[in-house]
């Protein structure tokens, strides 16, 4: 490789074109432990991103046990029937899309080959940080209807959401209206009701004046966690990756996680709370269970949607992310930019990818009860 290549925009794009296949593809990196990815670094650490073709994405969830099993008696008579327990859920494929850029006139500025090659990889390394960034925003937002096409990614709320009332009653809140539309992936919670999550308010904390304030939520807490059978890391090295119990995690917005932290570090000792409210391994943890800050529910929680201060339980082992094949990361040739004046060449980089939930009854949504 010339270091004099790039004395043109059309020399640039033969470098990077010449650069390109030595490159490693690009991809999520593995999950590190002190990155801002909950969501990502969860189905990373699951091994839960799979490639697929096809004009949407396709799933089987389980909406019912059959009911075969039953009690007998010596001679009794048996009649067999075999029901359908197995759905087909569906979505539409979400598409992400950036780039990375050179100028013609870097190269220039470099000392020899190796410094331009390690140019691209620093812009390519970018590329990765935030299709990772906005993959998690998209996590955490979802559409508002059926026929929006809010990149038509269909995040957390949209999977786990409000009911009508407490119990397993979470429907799809994405007609703001009427608050009608039960439909989640193609299956209606209303026909099945394994398919829907469960739900429950609590009396909003006062300010972080007095434990009482706080009891409501601590109470609505210990029964959501009782009801969809959470389970929490017992030592340290179940929150390792690729173990199953490191992806239960509960998510709150900043205003609840400092009433939450105010009541632990506050009152915990004179309360004897212990691991109920306590912390695990240095974490904020409820039932051992870690509670995690996310930022976007600050930004797109919604009382019609979410609810306000909301509190998802979300076991990740029942997550996945499919990813269309031929579209991971998919690197077009480089282009010159008109609008530099032929100085600058981007090469646009695809993701189009889609979140799924195989199990809905096994996720939890609490929020303050609407007055």
Same mark, same amino acid.
């Given at each position: 490789?010339?270091?004099?290549?790039?004395? +043109?925009?059309?020399?640039?794009?033969?470098?990077?074109?010449? &650069? /390109?296949?030595?490159?490693?593809?690009?991809?999520?990196?593995? %999950?590190?432990?002190?990155?801002?990815?909950?969501?990502?670094?969860?189905?990373?650490?699951?091994?839960?991103?799979?490639?697929?073709?096809?004009?949407?994405?396709?799933?089987?969830?389980?909406?019912?046990?059959?009911?075969?099993? @039953?009690? +007998?008696?010596?001679?009794?008579?048996?009649?067999?029937? @075999?029901?359908?327990?197995? @759905?087909?859920?569906?979505?539409?494929?979400?598409?992400?899309?950036?780039?990375?850029? $050179?100028?013609?006139?870097?190269?220039?500025?470099?000392?020899?080959?190796?410094?331009?090659?390690? /140019?691209?990889?620093?812009?390519?390394?970018?590329?990765?940080?935030?299709?990772?960034?906005? #993959?998690?925003?998209?996590?955490?937002?979802?559409?508002?209807?059926?026929?929006?096409?809010?990149?038509?990614?269909?995040?957390?709320? *949209?999977?786990?959401?409000?009911?009508?009332?407490?119990?397993?009653?979470?429907?799809? +809140?994405?007609?703001?209206?009427?608050?009608?539309?039960?439909?989640? &992936?193609?299956?209606?919670? !209303?026909?099945?009701?394994?398919?829907? !999550?469960?739900?429950?308010?609590? +009396?909003?904390?006062?300010?972080?004046?007095?434990?009482?304030?706080?009891? %409501?939520?601590?109470?609505?807490? #210990?029964?959501?966690?009782?009801?969809?059978?959470?389970?929490?890391?017992?030592?340290?090295?179940?929150?390792?990756?690729?173990? %199953?119990?490191?992806? *239960?995690?509960?998510?709150?917005?900043?205003?609840?996680?400092?009433?939450?932290?105010?009541?632990?570090?506050?009152?915990?000792?004179?309360?004897?709370?212990?691991?109920?409210?306590? @912390?695990? !391994?240095?974490?904020? &943890?409820?039932?051992?269970?870690?509670?995690?800050?996310?930022?976007?529910?600050?930004?797109?929680?919604? &009382?019609?949607?979410?609810?306000?201060?909301?509190? *998802? #339980?979300?076991? $990740?082992?029942?997550?996945?992310?499919?990813?269309?094949?031929?579209?991971? #990361?998919?690197?077009?040739?480089?282009?010159?930019?008109?609008?530099?004046?032929?100085?600058?060449?981007?090469?646009?980089?695809?993701?189009? =990818?889609?979140?799924? =939930?195989?199990?809905?009854?096994?996720?939890?949504?609490?929020?303050?009860?609407?007055?």
């Amino acid at each position: 490789m010339s270091v004099d290549s790039g004395k +043109t925009v059309e020399e640039l794009l033969d470098l990077i074109n010449a &650069a /390109l296949p030595y490159f490693e593809k690009l991809k999520f990196s593995y %999950p590190q432990k002190y990155t801002d990815h909950p969501i990502l670094n969860r189905v990373l650490s699951s091994n839960a991103m799979k490639s697929h073709s096809g004009k949407s994405i396709e799933w089987r969830v389980v909406v019912d046990d059959g009911g075969e099993a @039953k009690s +007998t008696r010596l001679y009794a008579t048996k009649e067999y029937n @075999k029901t359908d327990k197995l @759905k087909k859920a569906t979505a539409p494929w979400a598409s992400i899309t950036t780039e990375w850029i $050179m100028d013609r006139r870097e190269p220039l500025m470099s000392a020899d080959a190796e410094q331009i090659v390690d /140019l691209m990889k620093v812009e390519r390394a970018t590329c990765e940080a935030r299709m990772a960034n906005k #993959f998690e925003e998209y996590c955490w937002q979802t559409i508002t209807s059926e026929d929006d096409e809010f990149g038509s990614f269909r995040g957390i709320p *949209y999977y786990i959401s409000k009911g009508a009332s407490s119990g397993f009653t979470g429907k799809s +809140t994405v007609d703001r209206s009427a608050n009608t539309i039960t439909s989640v &992936a193609g299956l209606n919670a !209303n026909t099945y009701e394994r398919w829907a !999550n469960y739900f429950d308010t609590y +009396t909003d904390f006062d300010g972080y004046d007095a434990i009482a304030d706080l009891e %409501p939520m601590f109470a609505a807490m #210990f029964k959501a966690w009782m009801s969809i059978r959470f389970k929490a890391p017992r030592t340290a090295q179940d929150l390792e990756p690729l173990n %199953p119990l490191g992806n *239960y995690r509960i998510y709150m917005d900043l205003d609840t996680l400092l009433a939450y932290e105010f009541a632990v570090r506050q009152y915990n000792q004179g309360q004897n709370f212990g691991y109920d409210v306590g @912390k695990f !391994n240095g974490m904020t &943890a409820f039932n051992r269970t870690p509670i995690e800050y996310s930022p976007f529910l600050d930004i797109y929680a919604d &009382a019609d949607i979410t609810g306000e201060h909301p509190i *998802y #339980f979300v076991n $990740m082992n029942k997550f996945g992310v499919d990813v269309l094949k031929g579209d991971e #990361f998919y690197e077009h040739p480089p282009l010159i930019l008109p609008e530099s004046g032929g100085n600058v060449a981007a090469v646009n980089v695809d993701l189009t =990818c889609q979140l799924k =939930c195989e199990d809905r009854r096994s996720q939890a949504l609490l929020c303050v009860a609407s007055e």
